[in-house]
């Protein structure tokens, strides 16, 4: 079974040459995933739940004793005894208490710190292995390319073949996955063992080659690995690891501590993590970010002092700019045009890049020849990207020879390069002169690299290999700053200011606030601001960086979605677009407008062949449960799954044993007291009684577990309430029945398994059909079933905004629509999906979509919703044996 | 009826000595402010809808010119006329979609910018008045004495009693109250034009008295009153200026602009308003804020400069902290002991503050007396403060003649004063003079600082002005740190490195991390580090200061509330506490552990009688509605006062007059046709018709709006569920009933008002109670109530965490607990309340609570609940005239 799961597991996910994509609809996978999940935790809850008594128990065993010690002539028990249960008790409840954040928070923070320091420590052994290499073979240029071409092509073709085999689910940022995440879709496979070693190890390689790659997406990914695996560790020890809600909230502390840590930037991480992974922040979740995020960059500092990299704690980045003068007000429009220039240049990127995936996608023949050869793709453009970059060719006329983090520290120089005049204290000067070409202007080698840096990085992040974006463009933002503080120098070399004193313009404030004016273009963040005060380790900038930032913002969020949601388009996965900025049609469009009006339900005293019909026509994964079909009064929401697992209980092989035994039996009575009159009568209230009590007997060993009466937890959470919706196919009791065919399409023919042989299965296919059509008519018995009492209920004047925010808020999958108790429609995820693109009309007008120029490239998931019924077949129809079709079946099918 | 209005408000708000406290229970207030408010909206609201109408037939005009310009054979309009039309609408769409949120923000932000400056600007002219009056008087010390300590008594006095005869609601910080009301609950009279008015010129004149007292609370305040100002205003232009989500949306980006333009820190003042004001935070709405926080800011600095009070745009407390070895890994136990004492000391100021509050509210003497002079208060206070620091008195040992911001700026100094040798070149050395006494010590001046100023800014916090506790608290904390800082300087003259190079302790970096440390240990909130990072311009010691804040946090946490939820627990305001930090027991506590079985329920075929004995004995705001007391199946909410006035409707004077009437026309009818048989039987029927023609025309001017079958929004905000609920008794039409006295203990006698008088009331109190008696039987109709359809729904096995969460993401008041469909219980605020506070006991076993020391201060608040309904009869009873009483009336209320 376990096996079966995994192998199926592969299938849902279809390698595709860059991002893989997924066939099988995310949610669904996800609820399997719940599922399976929930049953292997069952146990340990049960466990748990011993200990919260014992603890709770602890409570009231010291609230007694608070008691006696009042009272003191009650006090009869020896004091010893009474000492060693309390050291006992003490010692259990600060396991369970203290054990419980803190903890976790710190072990978290010292464990990325530690990972973020190794990765960047081989990086840096790669790169300058590289560079060793390269400067040993200067006396021949042509050995010095194929060593600098070689060495990276190896070691991103080793990062993606390696990605592919372990866990091809490492392959990316990360962000775009942990958003889904935080939004309360289970995507288990992310958190494993094997997707963290193939992150890490891939994520280095990838890096050590020297690509425009970046690490703070996979370090989020990383960090809530981390957290996933730590949590899982911690739970052997007890406490209340397995909560569902806690382990959301630890996710999103371990978002915050992944860029903290790659950075070094603790407010700057929280801030961007909270910004790229949420919509609705708790803010008492604020202090586990913050905790966790300055624990691990206090660590991964720390260690760089032991290192002796560093002489005491400081930015990673650090600047001189002056102080006293940081900037002049009148360079503030120069600012603002960074900033709206970088807005730009970021919904460029983040276009070019779907461009690059999209347009490889559909060419058909090109895609197939490299999904054969996997690993070619990544090599070519390795190949293509060392190539231009290597130093002796194109690469001096771009810096080529610079590594991403030697062209950053140069960017971010106080030194004015136009002027070429003064030179300052500073050591560094070996790395600035790869800016300078002795035949062309530095403003040509800005430009060059801008260029060419763009193309390359948009090109290199879609390789499949472990990488984010965010530090090449950052790099890409701060030589677009550099270039125009450069001539602002070059047109006003005495700086603007008329006072009398002459302050400089400092060209490197230019390519601070560029890097962060560029970089929250792409992801369509703020926080790009706070992360580059903390790279930099000076503030002074502020304001120029804020204006820059939020400009970029304005004019890319209005342009193009952020880089990680259009992964999330890309790699399909299950999300709920954002609302645009302040388009208020969203207030005018309610409910009744969007909503589905032809709700599928089924009545609280419907018959088993309606429910069979419901099943057949509808494709929802809910059913609303009402009182009648006249009165609609909404009492309920009920799961597919179980619907299916009463129809096969009701039409099961076990069942329809019973019924033959029975059967017998009468058979036999009645041979034997024929004359007895009103014996048919008798008979059929014996069978009745026998059914009453065979029905509660089954339910001990059928799949449903026997809580009858006991409600379940509401829809809040998707993973709460949808429990293992495929188990029932894949059992081994529901196997028989003709019309349960008509679900599964072909049924498991497992009778000789069937260990209950004492009655011999007799029936024609005539006589079964017969039963069936009987049992059909019986009226459906919800005692086992496990119905959702309190799905989440909305009215038709409901408006859109107010729709989306309960949806995001609560991580909603669909809402009832009910007018005084009665229902009248349904809006689940697609519907408010296409609502907010804008492919609804209200009052027979088209509502102009927010990111129009975007709608087209995501295909609608209508398709994949229509065709889970067919799925669901087929899955089965692979899994169990193939059994002979009677022409009746086939009739029956084909309706 | 507006009159009345505001009389009641001012009756509902007990002025209390230093805050106010209200007597009402907030919620019914509010309630009642958004009735009115809604009502006066109404007309508006249809020219709204109108207007956007137009705009969606304007986008469909554009859409069929694109068909149009797409064929173009099918062009016939000239084109000059469809120019023009364009043209308007252009301008029409231009105002509507870009005056949206950008024109907003910027204009909030400018507003703020200019109030900000403008207070600072008279502060500080009223600061310097005071330094020349006690300069000039050198020569006489007790004419300097009296110079000293008059003008901020008179400061003081004038602003009390200004804000009190203005604006009382305008006292104190305002966040609470932000908080409060972004939560959901309006406060309607926080927002006013009087409230800004008193709250501006109150704060300049309490803070222009030098008392230690801060302006960031204040600001949040004003900067919420801007919002709300310039959204009524901006509404007069059209918009969706009106709509609600969207106001709470725009007051959380006021409170980040407030902090901003405050300490000029765009990015610190949305985080910290972000902390302090929400439970869940909107990650869509963060750009608000930041753009809006960052244009003030920016105004906010570019005034300085134009003012030549800088040269350029730097930080309000620049400090020059040396870059490249900002402080030593060794003296991180230094800050970490900081943090630790800074969240002990914060816990201090809470309990501190709180408890001088509740003694002088406890003595009832002394509380009588200075109710009675109200400004004496503030004045003792006032001259208590400014005689301990006269300069040439007691003020010579802790720096008395520095003003808030001259202290800070000494404090936050790069040199190191312990050592007092190494001068350089800075200007302000007159005033750190003020921390050298030729006799004494700096660190005894230091301690005294601290120790007296601790006392003073938590005494002076309780006088009833505009004030906060921010900044006194900085300057504590800076301080502090700087006390620290200089005895480590004592002990290590040399700095703690040892390798080789000399780099000195820099007590200044201390004081930074000692001021967000104790800020952070007041306010609960990490962003203070923020907040100081671009307060100084330098954000080099951001480890040390990230590690004193948390750690401060973590001891201020788990000892007291934050001074914001005291202050909220002191007034009264309706809030839902926070869970603590990892209780984890709220996992395990479920709903049905606390919620209240015995629901009050009306059936859909209940009698009036019914809903009289249910609106009599219960005391909820709303009241379940199932389909009948054996199915339970929970159907919607009706709110009180619906009810209510369905009630008086029933039994009103108008439906008794034409009762009258119509017995009248009968008698008639009688009397001719007196043969005829079978009359009774036609008169009956004719009765009948007539009756219901007469309830329909009543509903057109029944306070009630005709909107038969058209369902409200469902209870996601309070203010949009509750409507109106007190005008009902203050309608002129319900004036009458013995049964409905038993609601309102007095009914109104205003016969001699009524203009229907062709039929005299001639009935006797018998037969009144009789016709009453005969209207209770009849079946309610529901049709012309409004019932919220979609109540809150919870069940049984909803854990408290989650419940907490629902509650404070949908800002809920009570939610009812339900199984199938069925109602079982119902959980409000109260309990949940109760719940954290941990007076509720799970399987038998109390629950430890996590604020224990908290918990007795606040009185609970079921008392206020209970006389709820008393409160209705006392108003109701004050509001209109007197009536006989009969005896049976007298019998009847007594039950």
């Known amino acids: 079974m376990a096996g079966d799961g995994s192998d199926q597991r592969a299938l849902q996910y279809e390698q595709t040459l860059m991002y893989g994509r997924y066939t099988q609809e995310l949610g669904v996978y996800a609820k399997e995933e719940a599922a399976r999940l929930r049953e292997s935790g069952q146990r340990r809850s049960v466990s748990d739940r011993s200990r919260t008594l014992d603890l709770l128990e602890y409570d009231k065993g010291r609230c007694a004793k608070c008691r006696r010690a009042g009272y003191p002539y009650v006090l009869e028990a020896p004091a010893h005894d009474f000492i060693s249960v309390c050291t006992v008790r003490c010692q259990k409840f600060l396991i369970s208490r203290v054990g419980e954040d803190w903890i976790f928070l710190i072990l978290l923070g010292l464990l990325m710190a530690l990972v973020s320091w190794v990765v960047d420590f081989c990086i840096a052994i790669c790169l ?59 995507l288990k496979e992310y958190l494993t063992f094997k997707t963290f070693v193939a992150k890490v190890i891939g994520l280095t390689c990838a890096l050590g080659s020297g690509m425009p790659l970046g690490k703070e997406g996979p370090f989020v990914h990383i960090a809530s690995l981390c957290a996933a695996l730590l949590s899982k560790f911690m739970s052997l020890f007890g406490g209340i690891y397995e909560n569902e809600s806690r382990n959301i909230e630890m996710l999103a502390a371990a978002c915050a501590v992944g860029v903290g840590c790659c950075f070094a930037a603790p407010i700057g991480g929280v801030l961007f993590s909270i910004e790229v992974t949420s919509t609705f ?21 720390v260690l760089a002092v032991w290192n002796r990299d560093e002489e005491t704690i400081t930015a990673l980045f650090k600047t001189r700019f002056r102080l006293d003068f940081p900037f002049d007000l009148q360079e503030l429009p120069a600012f603002a045009v960074i900033g709206i220039a970088s807005g730009f240049g970021g919904a460029l990127f983040v276009y070019l890049n779907r461009l690059i995936v999209q347009f490889i996608r559909k060419q058909k023949a090109i895609n197939r020849f490299l999904m054969k050869k996997r690993l070619l793709y990544p090599a070519l453009v390795t190949l293509l990207v060392s190539t231009l970059t290597f130093p002796p060719g194109f690469g001096q006329f771009m810096a080529g020879k610079l590594t991403q983090k030697e062209s950053l520290v140069t960017l971010l120089d106080n030194r004015t390069w136009a002027k070429q005049g003064i030179a300052e204290e500073f050591d560094y000067i070996g790395h600035s002169q790869a800016w300078k070409h002795p035949q062309v202007n530095v403003f040509v080698t800005l430009v060059l690299f801008i260029v060419m840096k763009f193309w390359m990085s948009a090109l290199a992040t879609t390789i499949p290999v472990p990488c984010g974006a965010f530090m090449p463009v950052f790099v890409i933002g701060a030589a677009f700053g550099r270039l125009v503080g450069e001539s602002m120098a070059a047109w006003f070399p005495d700086g603007i200011n008329t006072d ?173 007291v024929v004359s007895n009159p009103g014996s048919e009568d008798g008979s059929q209230r014996v069978s009745q009684e026998v059914r009453f009590q065979i029905s509660t007997e089954e339910s001990t060993f059928s799949p449903v577990r026997p809580v009858p009466q006991k409600p379940l937890k509401p829809a809040l959470k998707r993973s709460s309430v949808v429990e293992r919706p495929t188990e029932i196919p894949t059992s081994p009791h529901d196997n028989s029945g ?147 079709h009677t022409p009746s079946e086939s009739d029956e099918k084909s309706q």
Chains 1, 2 share one sequence.
Request: charged share 20%.
């Open 128 to 186: 300058q292995a590289q560079k060793w290499m390269y400067g040993g073979l200067d006396s021949n240029v042509f050995l010095q390319y194929l060593a600098w071409v070689t060495y990276p092509v190896v070691l991103i073709t080793f990062s993606a073949g390696f990605t592919q085999i372990l866990a091809p689910q490492a392959v990316g940022s990360g962000i775009p996955e942990m958003k889904t995440i935080l939004r309360g879709v289970v």
């Open 500 to 672: 009398g004193t002459i302050y400089p313009i400092v060209p490197g404030g230019y390519a601070v606030v560029g890097a962060a004016a560029l970089s929250g273009a792409v992801t369509h963040t703020v926080s790009t601001a706070v992360i580059v005060f903390e790279l930099t380790g000076q503030i002074s900038h502020i304001l120029p960086v804020m204006i820059a930032v939020i400009l970029a913002n304005a004019v890319a969020q209005s342009l193009q979605p952020s880089l990680y949601d259009s992964i999330i388009r890309i790699k399909k996965l299950p999300y709920l677009p954002e609302l645009g900025w302040g388009h208020h049609e969203k207030y005018n469009i309610r409910v009744e407008d969007i909503m589905v009006r032809d709700v599928r339900y089924i009545t609280l005293n419907c018959c088993y062949r309606d429910l069979h019909n419901v099943l057949l026509t509808g494709h929802l994964k809910t059913l609303a449960l009402v009182e009648s079909a006249e009165s609609m009064i909404l009492l309920g929401s009920i799961e597919r799954a179980q619907l299916q697992s009463l129809l096969s209980q009701q039409l099961g092989r076990p069942r329809r044993l019973e019924y033959i035994r029975e059967r017998a039996l009468a058979e036999k009575k009645r041979m034997s």
């Open 738 to 884: 003709i019309a349960l065919k008509n679900l599964f399409c072909a049924s498991p023919d497992a009778e000789g398994l069937e260990d209950d042989g004492d009655v011999e299965d007799d029936m024609t296919i005539r006589e079964i059909a017969e039963w069936e059509e009987m049992q059909l008519d019986e009226q459906v018995n919800f005692n086992n079933c496990k119905i959702d009492p309190a799905p989440f209920q909305l009215v038709e004047r409901t408006s859109l905004h107010k729709t989306h925010t309960i949806f995001s808020l609560l991580g909603l999958d669909h809402a009832y629509v009910t007018s005084i108790g009665r229902l009248i429609g349904v809006v689940s995820l697609k519907e408010l999906r296409k609502a907010i693109e804008g492919s609804v009309t209200v009052k027979g007008v088209k509502v102009r979509p927010p990111l129009a120029s975007f709608r087209d490239s995501g295909t609608s998931s209508s398709e994949n919703e229509a065709t889970e019924l067919h799925k669901l077949w087929d899955r089965h129809k692979s899994m169990s044996l193939p059994r002979e």
């Open 281 to 301: 922040f708790a803010v008492r979740n604020y202090w586990r970010g913050f905790f966790a995020a300055t624990f691990s960059a206090f660590i991964f500092r």
